[in-house]
């Protein structure tokens, strides 16, 4: 990592941990504060563009019920690399692990987020996820749970 690279690392690890923590308290107010709305979600099944605080919500419940119902207690989400693509937007990819207790549920799986500093606060607007193997989580951020 150069040295401009590693000054984004700790922004993103900032979103990461937030986030992850947010989730695991079912704080939405924590995790909605990372994200800008409309945002931009991408699957295998396709893209959907989350366009209000009520669908962004949803899709947070929907995401929280998935981890009730399989007992998750962490989300290990390593960074593999992060880039300034300009001064105001950070790509980064990371892995997220997805435990109940030291059992790994599902296979790790990789993300690709765009980071961009919208005023003072850096959110995501962007996220991309290589989900296989897990069906149900896959169409919670797809929208296709919803639609169901």
Not at 71 to 100: P, Q, Y
Request: glycine share 6%; aromatic share 10%; with cysteine.
């Amino acid at each position: 990592m150069t040295a401009h690279e590693h000054s984004a690392f700790p922004i993103v690890k900032t979103i990461l941990d937030g986030t992850g923590r947010a989730l695991l308290r079912k704080c939405f107010l924590s995790f909605a504060q990372y994200f800008t709305v409309p945002h931009v979600i991408e699957t295998f099944e396709g893209s959907r563009t989350v366009a209000s605080f009520a669908e962004f919500r949803g899709l947070f419940d929907g995401l929280v019920t998935q981890y009730e119902r399989r007992g998750v207690t962490d989300l290990v989400r390593n960074c593999l690399e992060v880039k300034f693509r300009d001064e105001n937007t950070i790509l980064c990819a990371h892995e997220v692990r997805i435990m109940s207790g030291s059992q790994l549920l599902w296979r790790p799986y990789p993300v690709f987020s765009e980071v961009k500093r919208i005023g003072q606060h850096w959110k995501v607007v962007r996220t991309s996820y290589a989900i296989e193997g897990n069906p149900a989580l896959a169409d919670v951020l797809s929208g296709k749970a919803e639609q169901d």
